[in-house]
């Protein structure tokens, strides 16, 4: 007997419940994609629009975002045509618009739907295929299209799909570009409107990862030749985990096959074997596993996500999150490979680069979270140049490199890392670390009550930089700590005289405040997180 489901979401609860044992439900969800005509409000967060497939992710509302877009195209207003770098609609339609889809489920049927509107308003269309977000990036340089269209959720678990659009830069969009399409897809969402399909006239494919090889070879901040030497020569084991994600066969491809890579979570999964794709502590017990194991001399284990942008590392000692890896690119990059230029960090991320740079003479900036916030630091002409670019949400890039973040880049950065060095990566951590100091950065926060959220939580928040200005005294387990720094550029950070500090952000779309907190010790994180939950509460009891 077949199950039946009053929605999308009921189904999707079953299947992920035991993805074994319910894989076959997958077609109920298919049929939900196609049928379910119900409009939804159109949100493009710090990366892109994301719904669950087949509630809110369906066909119909994929054909409303796409046309939204189209008519963006067709608008041509000045302010969104220079964010995009074009001149106008005839310059988007001879240019075209890369087009393509992570391996999730019904991938290739959502990109055919994009490629079809495309087409029907004449503007050229190449097809990636399946791909990973900094081929994107990477494919709008090299064939100098107006801008991509790729249907990936990220790290977000499998019932989700998504949409990250990127103008002519192969950035993230910025706000001047995603506000509009919000505004016009919801407007079109207010009449729920049933869009017909519109299949494409003809696919022009092209292959990402050798345009990303080509990519990398232009640029010339990764030495690919010392990579493939490395592993030639040495004493070494790298372990990868793909997670079932379309970043497999990546490497192969860039660096070549080696008996010294060992990859993980390479087959057909759309499930992703039950568990969220994202590279988290938790996901990287296969690669530790395999590190343990091995007896090179030289081990590196990564875990990335699904669309190629978030990256976790390991030794067969210690795990590396971003917080950390971040530090070590710039020390690598300006130390070993001589680029000059700044460093730049979302303000939630460790003050271990910070330390690096000033003893480096390096000026750092500190942007909101969103690699989109990068930007300015990132293109060819930017006036102050990074060197790095990185935010403690495991999201790299590098001078002369992708404007987004990039996976590949981060897991091809840390193996020249070793070539160069000769050291695992802890090793050359805690090098780093004896010599600019310890630090031991967390995240948490508490929820609130739904009253609170948005611009009302935010100016409860705010009474927190009045009370504690530079100078002022913050007792943190007994201690007085100065407030030597205090950065609102996204919430409030309080930076102390020992170097600890804690930011307090309202979340932008849940009734949380989220806490990001730094100490000098493993032990006194405790105390410091305790500080941000009793100044928080103590602004919302205001």
Known sequence: MTQEFENAAACWKTILNDVDANRHLLSVIEKFAYENKDPIKVVFG????RGEIGTDYTFNNIRIVTSAIIEMFKESDPPVMKAMGVSG?????????????????????????????????????????????????????????????????????????????????????????TTRIEMIANGMMATSPVMEKTGPSGVEQIDPTDLYIKFIDDRKT?????????????????????????????????????IKIRYLRTEDDVLFGGIAPEPSEVNMKGVEEALHKSSAALRLGIIMDPDGDRIRYADQNMQIPMNYFGAMALHFLHVHKGISGIAVKSVGTSNLVNAISEQLGIPIKETKVGFKNFRPFMTKNAAER?????????????????????????????????????????????????EFGHYFPDRSGIDVDRSLAGEILSEKLAVIRDKYPEGAICTINGNDRTVVKVIT????????????????????????????????????KEAVFGKAEQLTREALEA
């Open 46 to 49: 710090t990366s892109g629009w």
């Open 89 to 177: 609609f005839d310059e988007i339609k001879s240019r075209g618009v890369i087009v393509g889809h992570d391996n999730r489920f019904l991938g290739p049927d959502f990109a055919m739907e994009v490629i079809g509107l495309l087409q029907k308003h004449g503007i050229r269309t190449w097809y990636t295929g399946e791909a990973v977000t900094p081929e994107f990036s990477a494919a709008i340089e090299m064939l100098q299209a107006a801008c991509s269209i790729n249907l990936t959720p990220s790290h977000n678990p499998a019932n989700y799909g998504g949409f990250k659009f990127n103008p002519s830069d192969g950035g993230p969009a910025g706000p001047e570009i």
């Open 222 to 258: 990764i030495d690919l030749q010392k990579i493939k030497d490395f592993l030639d020569r040495q004493d070494c084991f790298i372990c990868i985990d793909n997670v079932h994600g379309a970043t497999r066969n990546r490497i192969q491809r860039i660096i070549g096959e080696s």
């Open 386 to 434: 990074a060197i790095v670019c990185f935010e403690e949400s495991d999201g790299i890039s590098g001078y002369n490199h992708t404007l987004e973040k990039d996976a590949l880049f981060g897991l091809l950065l840390s193996i020249e890392m070793m070539a160069v060095t000769g050291k695992n990566i802890g090793d050359y951590l805690n090098d780093i670390m004896e």
């Open 489 to 524: 550029v996204d919430g409030t950070k309080l930076v102390f005289d020992d170097g600890s500090w804690l930011m307090i952000r309202p979340s932008g779309t849940e009734p949380k405040v989220r806490f990001y907190i730094e100490a000098r010790t493993e032990e006194g």
